[in-house]
C-alpha cells in the first residue's frame, strides 16, 4: 500500500529530525524559512488551515493535503496531528513525490491532494 509507505518515510523523516509536528511548530518553521514542504491533514480544523494558509502566504512553499489526523499522529508518537512541516529538502521532495504518485494512481479519501504553493511576489 502506497499510503503505508507515505507514513512510513514520514515517520523516518521524524527520527531523522526532519518534522516539525504541529500547528505552532510547523508555523515557526514556515517563518524562519526553515520549511520545505507542510502538509495537513483532511481533517485538520479550518482555523488550522487558515493558520497555515496565512503563514505560507508569500512562500515558496508546496501546501500539501494528505491523510488523517489520527494516523498522522500514531506515525509521528502523539494521540493526533494535523500539521508537520518538512524541514529537510531531501525529504519534502520526496515525500510529496510519493503522495503525487498516490494521488495519480488513487483518489480516495485518505489520498493526498497538492493544495497550493505559493510564490514569492
Do not use: W
Not at 48 to 74: D, H, M, S, W
Not at 91 to 100: G, H, Q, Y
Amino acid at each position: 500500500m502506497q499510503k503505508n509507505k507515505i507514513y512510513s518515510f514520514i515517520g523516518l523523516a521524524r527520527k531523522a529530525g526532519a518534522i516539525a509536528a504541529g500547528e505552532g511548530l510547523a508555523e515557526q518553521a514556515v517563518k524562519r524559512g526553515k520549511a520545505y514542504l507542510v502538509l495537513i491533514t483532511h481533517d485538520a480544523s479550518l482555523n488550522t488551515i487558515k493558520k497555515i494558509r496565512t503563514a505560507i502566504y508569500g512562500r515558496n512553499i508546496p501546501l500539501v493535503e494528505f491523510g488523517c489526523k489520527e494516523q498522522l499522529g500514531r506515525m509521528l508518537g502523539k494521540t493526533f496531528f494535523s500539521v508537520i512541516a518538512v524541514t529537510d529538502r531531501g525529504f519534502a521532495e520526496r515525500i510529496k513525490e510519493l503522495i503525487e504518485r498516490e494521488h495519480n494512481n488513487d483518489n480516495s479519501a485518505y489520498g493526498g491532494d497538492f493544495v497550493e504553493q505559493t510564490k514569492n511576489s
